[in-house]
């Protein structure tokens, strides 16, 4: 039964940094894509990063790139999202996802229709 599982979330002050962790479990993940999508209440989910597998290409959403970096560890079967300056409107419940899809480019990963595995999230709060 494949898992994801999302931590690190909590509260951090408005210009603080914060690292979220997603470990996966039940495939062998090493050649899927992952990606971080987020939901703020009210708001439809968005995308935040993906990294394809054995490429090693990253994208990143505009409202993130040069503030967050994603990771990933495949011996390990984990990504990691490195959140830094973090804002107000960064606040939302992070997910990790997992593709078993093949695309070249990690920019192909944008669309939460394109992931096959979820996990429960992991609630982040940015105070001003």
Do not use: H
């Not at 050649?31 to 993906?50: H, I, L, N, T, Y």
């Not at 078993?100 to 979820?118: K, L, T």
């Amino acid at each position: 039964q494949v898992q994801l599982v999302e931590s690190g979330g909590g509260l951090v002050q408005a210009g603080g940094s914060l690292r979220l962790s997603c470990a996966a479990s039940g495939r062998t993940f090493s050649r899927d894509a992952m990606g971080w999508f987020r939901q703020s209440p009210g708001k439809e989910r968005e995308f935040v990063a993906a990294f394809t597998g054995s490429g090693g290409s990253t994208y990143y959403a505009d409202q993130v790139k040069g503030r967050f970096t994603v990771s990933r560890d495949n011996a390990k079967n984990t990504i990691d999202l490195q959140m830094n300056s973090v804002k107000p409107e960064d606040t939302a419940v992070y997910y990790c996802a997992d593709s078993v899809r093949y695309y070249s480019s990690a920019f192909r990963y944008r669309s939460g229709s394109d992931y096959d595995y979820w996990g429960q999230g992991t609630q982040v709060t940015v105070s001003s």
